[in-house]
């Protein structure tokens, strides 16, 4: 079964990848929406296992590629992700289920991390949930599925994995290995980004970006994520930007406050980056951002002062958050949001 | 069974670990030599089979985590090493003994990679072995393991560990997530490799030397290695030279004539080191391995010019020396070889 974004069914991307199975039995299922639901994890599921399905192959963004996960283990796990997650005690068993996850868009790095983040309706959050059943078996890169993303979402699925490579570089479990890959990874998609954006059918910029995003998933997946991704839920989830947007519009600030524990390793980072001091860093982040269209202050995604409270209680939620080299409580991380409201 | 080297076994170490593997039966094979032969590997196996050892931990350097690799095949595949290998044509079947491997050098990698290295002695060969089922199931890391390694030996390791990621960088079939595995690597190594070989208990140091080595490992196990190891393999096996020196020996003029198809990549190596040019990179290389005491001209470890085509036709029979990124034919690899005699 294939599990896509209902845009590559409809466009065929889904059909050709099924024809080119010569032999196989191939089911589609497109229902995907953005930040998917449980709702639509179990719907899916309920496909997959009338079908009884051996293989449920991932295509699309992060959103159709994490449900592609919980899909494939639970063909042969009953219940719902419910029974499992958000609250769920029941323990996966082993995915028996093949697991292959192609991306389309270079960002998520979810086709080599063992994360799959759903919407909780019922509570209203947006939390990740993390097994080792979700590592996919196989992941395949074709920079031509990403040639039609609108630039928008090159340039904010591309700052998304940016955010997975430092958060995992500044991370409080940081690990040489990972440094390694987050170094290059950053590397690779500041070289390549604005091209990216600017001229879609680049192979090689395209080849970059999405090569440095899955780069910079197998770093974070061992690392996890910190305050960039903590505050990302509230902001996607409740005021409705897109995940690389919400990861996105913080990162400047939190580049700046992250020498505050790891002051010299962030000065290798600048340094190798071709930036002269971290705050250098950030403010060419900043400009980067602006000069692809995407916004740098919260304000300009409808967030207000008043908001700025909640974001804060609900982002301090998230365990991650306390893996940022910098204190984070109450009063910092509202005065990180003070500081990008206008 | 505990596989290790002899040293390992009388001094305790192999012991130590045989107790804390606590309600299991263990047996020790300590029988290896240096560039260990087949006929070693299959006298451990023979022992292996005796005791049906459902796990093989390899305990050493490189000698004996390769022998460990074979002999964990072998509990379960019938006949000698030479039935697979060196003209063998049987077919490993799946290894179902588990193993696992855990360094006493910081330079093979071994215990990381799908390869070992065996001395034929009916060919008088050494010659690598590569092979799925060498993958390890697990590498566990103790840098006090190495705070006993001899001064000359950490230089060696060390240096062999540098060449790993520097022949995986590159390679002809290098891949942007190796670069950025070497790069880390040979960092790692060139800021604490003097430390280590002076103070031989520094545990930073060791932990950084022995890291970086898996780093490379990993690395140079997807890309495989170059023109150095191919050269590697006569030095060693008709001149006595050890692994690591046979190595380090030709990576001063490996790298000088790496820029002849790689010059731009070179150049970002030699930078990211702390070096303006390529050749400043190779002779800060020269001086440091002549302050470890490392040979640096063939001469110095009994090398005539008479032997130098012997060398050379033996190296170029290595179908790796043709990943090196120059022409690599009889008169280039002469002249790389004449150039470092005297």
């Given amino acids: 079964m294939i599990v896509s974004d209902p845009f590559l069914y409809e466009n065929g991307t889904a059909e050709s990848i099924g024809k080119s199975l010569k032999g196989k039995d191939v089911a589609y299922f497109s229902e995907i929406e953005p930040n998917p639901s449980c709702e639509s994890v179990d719907k899916a599921a309920e496909a997959a296992r009338t079908i009884k399905a051996d293989c449920v192959i991932g295509l699309g963004g992060g959103s159709a590629l994490d449900v592609s996960k919980m899909v494939s283990c639970l063909v042969t796990n009953v219940g719902s992700i419910y029974d499992y997650y958000a609250g769920g005690t029941k323990q996966l068993q082993p995915r028996t289920t093949e697991l292959i996850c192609i991306p389309t868009t270079a960002g998520t790095g979810s086709e080599v991390t063992n994360v799959g983040v759903f919407t909780n309706k019922k509570a ?23 040639f039609t993303l609108p630039p928008a979402v090159t340039a904010s699925t591309g700052m998304d994995a940016f955010c997975h490579a430092i958060e995992a570089y500044w991370n409080k479990d940081s690990l040489p290995i990972c440094d390694m890959l987050s ?4 590397k690779m998609i500041l070289e390549n980004i604005k091209q990216a954006y600017e ?3 680049d192979m090689e910029a395209r080849g970059a970006i999405i090569t440095a995003s899955l780069i910079a998933g197998i770093s974070f997946s061992q690392t996890r994520t910190t305050g960039i991704h903590a505050l990302s839920f509230p902001i996607t989830t409740e005021f409705g930007a897109s995940h690389g947007v919400a990861c996105a519009i913080t990162l400047s600030a939190f580049i700046k406050i992250s020498g505050e524990k790891e002051k010299e390793k962030m000065l290798v980072l600048a340094n190798y980056l071709g930036y002269a001091s971290i705050n250098a860093l950030s403010e060419a982040i900043e400009k980067l951002m602006i000069s692809m269209n995407m916004p740098v202050r919260l304000s300009q995604i409808g967030i207000r002062e008043s908001d700025l409270e909640h974001i804060t209680q609900v982002g301090l939620k998230a365990a991650i958050i306390q893996l940022t080299p910098a204190i984070m409580n109450e009063e910092t991380v509202y005065a990180l949001l003070k500081s990008i409201l206008e």
Same sequence: chains 1, 2.
């Avoid at 170094?183 to 950053?186: D, F, R, S, V």
């Fill in 124 to 146: 209203g959050i947006k939390i990740p949930f993390v097994t080792n059943e979700f590592w996919p078996d196989y992941a395949i890169l074709d920079p031509e599925l990403t």
């Fill in 183 to 186: 170094l290059g990874a950053m």
């Fill in 199 to 201: 001229h879609p059918q």
